[in-house]
């Protein structure tokens, strides 16, 4: 390992103690075929040891090659193995010459300030009220559940459940697809990154379909719609 990626070991110990529990923290050496986990701090938050597999936003991330275009990405959503919502921001470690060598990554979980939210609300509120927004809030609040709601208890395909969330989409736009502007498409598009669309196998090949556009044109539109955040 050369100084660089040593000295975001420290660097990242230092960041965690500084800013608490709540913030996962971890450094991905880039370089080579295989891609690793060299250094992870309050792992348990996302569930992760530095022996698994690379989480699919970074694997997004990568294969987008979003790093030729910047130098780190902020505030976006992603989401653990069970499912809790995270707010991911990376930081793309580069050569002299440009080359990406590591990825510093910051996942904030919220759940304990969501906890104190609700406290708060009960305050104000019946129970019976706060149980029912909340418990309708929870229902699409991830990918997986998100996707047990739309599919109502039925048992779909992969490709049926993408069919379903970008169904819903278009539905809220209340504007046939063969109509839809530019802008019209980016918001659909943002729309369900929001979601972890874009985590799905297969999403944007299926969206670009629906869309009638090309694939680059959905990843442009990813982009776009991120940068809008």
């Known amino acids: 390992m050369n100084s660089k990626l040593e000295n975001y070991i420290g660097f990242m110990s230092f960041i965690s103690k500084a800013i608490g529990p709540d913030y996962e923290l971890y450094l991905l050496d880039t370089r080579g075929v295989k891609y690793k986990k060299i250094s992870l701090e309050y792992g348990e938050i996302s569930d992760k040891n530095l022996g698994d597999d690379l989480p699919p936003a970074i694997k997004s991330t990568l294969a987008m090659k979003e790093y030729e275009h910047t ?4 505030n976006r959503t992603t989401y653990s193995k069970t499912g809790k919502a995270l707010r991911t921001s990376m930081y793309f470690i580069k050569s002299d010459k440009g080359d990406l060598e590591g990825i510093m990554c910051i996942n904030f979980d919220d759940s304990r300030y969501e906890e104190l939210g609700k ?3 009960y305050l104000c509120h019946p129970d019976e ?3 029912e927004r909340i418990s309708s809030v929870q229902e699409i609040d991830n990918v997986e559940e998100g996707l047990e709601y739309i599919n109502q208890g039925e048992k779909l395909t992969m490709e049926d459940s993408i069919m379903s969330m970008i169904d819903v989409e278009i539905k809220a736009a209340l504007i046939p697809v063969e109509r839809l502007t530019p802008d019209e498409k980016v918001q659909i598009v943002k729309n ?6 874009f985590m799905l196998k ?3 090949s299926i969206l670009s379909n629906v869309l009638d556009m ?6 442009r539109y990813i982009n776009m719609a991120r940068d809008e955040r």
């Not at 130098?71 to 902020?74: E, L």
């Not at 369900?192 to 669309?197: A, I």
Request: proline letters at 0%.
């Open 71 to 74: 130098d780190y990405i902020v």
């Open 202 to 204: 297969g999403a944007v």
């Open 119 to 121: 406290q708060i609300m």
């Open 129 to 131: 009220y706060i149980e």
């Open 192 to 197: 369900l990154d929001s979601k972890g669309f």
């Open 214 to 219: 090309s694939q680059a044109s959905v990843y």
